[in-house]
């Protein structure tokens, strides 16, 4: 039985430094292979201030809403990313499901 080689150092430097990038950013490893190269990073919600919010929305006269909707939908979720080299070499990073 044959055994492919499709991480090449390359590829091995360049998920390393996703990786760190992404862990610099505030996302936490949950899950890691180092045999298959994949991690899982999670980031989780912050919480908005939504007093301010609605205060800026009243003193703009509620030009702000458009940036309180758009940072209550987007900051509200914890998200769960995988990290991984495929088959081919190629590195991609997909959206998990969140609970």
Same mark, same amino acid.
């Given at each position: 039985?044959? #055994?492919?080689?499709?991480?090449?150092?390359?590829?091995?430097?360049?998920?390393? %430094?996703? /990786?760190?990038?992404? #862990?610099?950013?505030?996302?936490?490893?949950?899950?890691?292979?180092? %045999?298959?190269?994949?991690?899982?990073? $999670? %980031?989780? %919600?912050?919480?908005? @201030?939504?007093?301010?919010?609605?205060? /800026? #929305?009243?003193?703009?006269?509620? /030009?702000?809403?458009?940036?309180?909707?758009?940072? $209550?939908? #987007? /900051?509200?979720?914890?998200?769960?990313?995988?990290?991984?080299?495929?088959?081919?070499?190629?590195?991609?990073?997909? @959206?998990?499901?969140?609970?």
């Amino acid at each position: 039985m044959e #055994t492919y080689q499709f991480v090449n150092k390359e590829n091995q430097d360049q998920f390393h %430094k996703i /990786l760190s990038a992404k #862990t610099r950013d505030g996302f936490i490893i949950t899950e890691q292979n180092e %045999k298959l190269p994949y991690v899982v990073l $999670s %980031k989780e %919600k912050k919480v908005i @201030k939504h007093s301010l919010h609605f205060f /800026l #929305t009243c003193i703009t006269l509620g /030009l702000w809403s458009i940036i309180w909707i758009y940072l $209550s939908i #987007t /900051l509200s979720r914890k998200k769960n990313i995988l990290l991984a080299v495929d088959e081919d070499g190629n590195l991609f990073e997909d @959206k998990c499901l969140s609970e």
